[in-house]
């Protein structure tokens, strides 16, 4: 730097008269000596090793980072090794709750309708359900196996028909002329809403459930005067 500087002053002599051997030095003025040096600072020569803009900016962001450990690290008890084992710490508590209540899920603010735009019956709704079984695919049958009981119950006229009604509701509104299936009713209902809005994996077992639930409901005889109003007896 000292040298580049050197050269802009001596690339800035000319410009001033020449003196005599015996006269006084001449100081140059500081003006043009700014000047000239900055004219000879700003050649490409002296920029060739300069960083890059991602380079800086990346130089930034790490002077940065260091700079909020060196504060926390002195306003922390023990220094550098007392911020490190807060930091292991936290994360320690981070992994144990996710060990603990696994990978979080949204849970839907309401749930949605139980059908699509697409009415089927309760027989088509089994025998979805059946071949969705046979395949091994237990969320999609356990899903179909919760329509075909809602369906039913609707062409039994137990529950009216109503777009837009959830599992919960169905479950609710059935448990009225079918007291003695209430409990099983909301358990097929929470199943539903677990699997399909909830990300919960269906079994086996859970299918035999709802089949089983399924059958015991087209055998069992409602109390007519429990049934919602509207419905014919």
């Not at 004219?39 to 803009?53: A, M, Q, V």
């Amino acid at each position: 730097m000292t040298g580049a500087v050197l050269r802009g002053l001596k690339a800035a002599a000319p410009l001033l008269p020449r003196t005599g051997e015996d006269d006084p030095p001449v100081t140059i003025p500081r003006a043009p000596a700014r000047e000239a040096a900055e004219r000879e600072l700003s050649k490409p020569t002296y920029h060739e090793n300069d960083p890059g803009l991602l380079q800086r900016a990346l130089n930034r962001f790490w002077d940065w980072i260091d700079g909020l450990f060196t504060a926390a690290s002195g306003a922390t008890p023990g220094g550098g090794l007392g911020l490190l084992v807060i930091v292991l710490a936290v994360v320690a508590l981070i992994a144990a709750l996710w060990w603990r209540l696994g990978t979080p899920h949204r849970a839907p603010t309401s749930s949605p309708a139980l059908f699509d735009d697409r009415p089927r019956t309760a027989t088509e709704h089994r025998a979805a359900a059946e071949a969705q079984a046979a395949q091994g695919h237990w969320n999609q049958a356990v899903q179909e196996r919760m329509r075909a009981i809602v369906r039913s119950l609707e062409e039994r006229a137990l529950l009216d028909p109503r777009p837009g009604r959830t599992a919960d509701e169905a479950a609710a509104e059935a448990s009225h002329p079918l007291p003695t299936h209430a409990t099983e009713l909301r358990t097929a209902a929470q199943s539903f809403d677990a699997i399909t809005y909830g990300g919960r994996t269906a079994t086996d077992q859970t299918y035999a459930q709802l089949t089983t639930l399924d059958k015991a409901l087209t055998q069992t005889r409602p109390t007519l005067s429990n049934t919602p109003l509207g419905a014919p007896h």
